[in-house]
């Protein structure tokens, strides 16, 4: 005895196990699709994440290293109160004369495609008048600022780039070990 249906499915309105098969094969070709694109999409934005991240940790050991070698010194001889300079001149504990300047860095600024400079320290002792190798203090720097508020007090601002990134830093030093007009 032969069961007859008294309608097909397609009249009933369902979907036969090949339409649903096939059905799900595009629907995960397409699910697979978009978890590529995410992947590729999010493995780029954590990598300038990361990029940033090391910038900003560069830049903030840095600065930190700076503000410690200047809070340290006796007095700022340039930049004169009120005005800023791309350098500055100080005196530390031992007398030595410092000069904290800015020196282009051609590789950087070749991959960059704008200027980036190292900042560099140049100690001279006044009694030998022998100056130390230029140390590199801060890679990757875009500018670099120093205002004189006295000659004990002064402002870095300072800007680094790297990658596609930049990170900007803005710090007051006041100088522990300055000697009183008293």
Not at 57 to 62: F, I, L, Q, S
Not at 86 to 91: E, R, S
Not at 139 to 148: G, S
Request: glycine share 6%.
């Amino acid at each position: 005895m032969m069961w007859r249906r008294s309608e097909s499915c397609r009249e009933r309105g369902g979907l036969t196990l090949v339409e649903m098969t096939i059905a799900v094969f595009v629907f995960s070709l397409v699910l697979g699709a978009g978890f590529r694109a995410m992947t590729i999409f999010m493995g780029r934005t954590s990598q300038r994440l990361s990029e940033r991240l090391v910038l900003q940790m560069e830049a903030r050991k840095a600065l930190l290293a700076l503000y410690q070698r200047l809070q340290q010194s006796i007095e700022v001889l340039a930049p004169p109160p009120g005005t800023t300079l791309p350098y500055i001149v100080y005196k530390d504990l031992m007398s030595n004369i410092c000069c904290l300047y800015l020196e282009p860095d051609p590789a950087r600024t070749k991959e960059e495609g704008q200027p980036i400079y190292r900042a560099m320290l140049l100690v001279r002792d006044p009694a030998s008048a022998v100056a130390s190798a230029p140390i590199p203090v801060m890679q990757q720097v875009a500018r670099l600022q120093f205002t004189a508020h006295s000659p004990t007090g002064v402002l870095i601002s300072a800007t680094l780039r790297g990658g596609k990134g930049e990170f900007s830093l803005v710090n007051f030093v006041r100088l522990k070990n300055a000697e009183s007009d008293e």
